[in-house]
Structures are given as structure tokens and as C-alpha cells.
T-cell receptor, first 111, second 115 residues
Framework: DQQVKQNSPSLSVQEGRISILNCDYTNSMFDYFLWYKKYPAEGPTFLISISSIKDKNEDGRFTVFLNKSAKHLSLHIVPSQPGDSAVYFCAASTSYDKVIFGPGTSLSVIP | EAQVTQNPRYLITVTGKKLTVTCSQNMNHEYMSWYRQDPGLGLRQIYYSMNVEVTDKGDVPEGYKVSRKEKRNFPLILESPSPNQTSLYFC??????????????FGSGTRLTVV
């Protein structure tokens, strides 16, 4: 039973447009949420995180939104660039020693 | 350069032949962890360590062992590998206590095939 779900295995977006990656979770005890980005043949790299006490966090072109009542978060990338093409993992944590990852969404940004 | 180094990058082995995947970090991180990545399942935690001589099971520990004798090293041991352990493995590390907030640093991965 997956506690962190990413229902879209893949997403294609035109360069310059907005990319929206979605994530749902089942455990209401999660208190931190993170997004990681992974290129082929490399390890995942930390992108952005959000605490459960916030509903939005921005870092440049990346914004994460959290809707606790719906147990849903999303990552917005604006504007999308070809270099953003990668697999994006959503992750959640109930404590500082355990992080649970979703299955990932493969984003393709088309020039 | 701050990094997590895993070796080897690729490994093909036979069922039952003991192997060790090494992981080393140069950031003085307290927390280290091993994950495996499988299609459709994301990254699943195998074992983690909060500090030297402190290790605990993750979600999928069966068939694996770890040790943390030094702060910088966290090897993953497969005593008797089986084909269902064919996977992509990642080592990760971070500072405590806010691992979740600051994120992990991951190694580049080890592609293991057990035949």
C-alpha cells in the first residue's frame, strides 16, 4: 500500500509553459514534503521542500503547493525548460529519520 | 567537492555469491541510508543509520545487512544475493535532525544484476 502516490507516470510540456506535477499521500501524520529530481545515470537531487504548517514554498522557477485537507501537493515549474526533463519524485516524512518516496513522474519538456 | 560515493557503479553477480556495495560521504553527515529503486515502486528504504554503530531497518531489509563502524562509511552487504535483489541502489546522507527539511545527498547509484 503506497503512502505516497504519483498517479501520472509521465508528462509532456512545451518549453516556456507551466509544468504541474501532482502527488497524493495517505498518512495525515506526514509533516514535511519534498521533491527530488533525477537525471538518467545520476542519483536524485533535492529540489524543494515544504513544511506542513505552510501551504506554499517558492524557489525561483519552482513552487510547491500543499493542500493538507485534500492530502495533495503539487510542484509547479514556470517557465519549463528542456533541462527540466527528468524524473521527479515526491517524498514525505513523519519524522527526521524516515522519508517515503512516491514512484516518480517522468517530465519531458519539448523545445 | 561534497559528495556521496558508491562503488561499484555496475555489478553482475550470480545467485548466492556474497557481495558488498560501498558508500562513503565526505560531508560529516550523521545520517546515512540505503534505498533501492524499482519500476513503479519509487525509492524504498532498506536500512538507515543515525550515527556510528546505530543502524535500523527500513521498509525492505530482508536479504541485506549494513554496518556503520565509521561516520563516513555505510556499506551494504548481500550475504546470499537472489534475482529479486536485482535493482538500482542508492546511498544517501544528511545532517540531523532535519533530514526531511534539508534533503538527502544521494550517490550516483549502483546497478546490480543477480543471475
Amino acid at each position: 500500500d503506497q503512502q505516497v502516490k504519483q498517479n501520472s507516470p509521465s508528462l509532456s510540456v512545451q518549453e516556456g509553459r507551466i509544468s504541474i506535477l501532482n502527488c497524493d499521500y495517505t498518512n495525515s501524520m506526514f509533516d514535511y514534503f519534498l521533491w527530488y529530481k533525477k537525471y538518467p545515470a545520476e542519483g536524485p537531487t533535492f529540489l524543494i521542500s515544504i513544511s506542513s504548517i505552510k501551504d506554499k514554498n517558492e524557489d525561483g522557477r519552482f513552487t510547491v503547493f500543499l493542500n493538507k485537507s485534500a492530502k495533495h501537493l503539487s510542484l509547479h515549474i514556470v517557465p519549463s525548460q528542456p533541462g527540466d526533463s527528468a524524473v521527479y519524485f515526491c517524498a514525505a516524512s513523519t519524522s527526521y529519520d524516515k522519508v517515503i518516496f512516491g514512484p516518480g513522474t517522468s517530465l519531458s519538456v519539448i523545445p | 567537492e561534497a559528495q556521496v560515493t558508491q562503488n561499484p557503479r555496475y555489478l553482475i553477480t550470480v545467485t548466492g555469491k556474497k557481495l558488498t556495495v560501498t558508500c562513503s560521504q565526505n560531508m560529516n553527515h550523521e545520517y546515512m541510508s540505503w534505498y533501492r529503486q524499482d519500476p513503479g515502486l519509487g525509492l524504498r528504504q532498506i536500512y538507515y543509520s543515525m550515527n556510528v554503530e546505530v543502524t535500523d531497518k527500513g521498509d525492505v531489509p530482508e536479504g541485506y545487512k549494513v554496518s556503520r563502524k565509521e561516520k563516513r562509511n555505510f556499506p551494504l552487504i548481500l550475504e546470499s544475493p537472489s534475482p529479486n535483489q536485482t535493482s538500482l541502489y542508492f546511498c544517501a546522507s544528511s545532517f540531523l535532525p532535519r533530514t526531511a527539511y534539508y534533503g538527502y545527498t544521494f550517490g550516483s547509484g549502483t546497478r546490480l544484476t543477480v543471475v
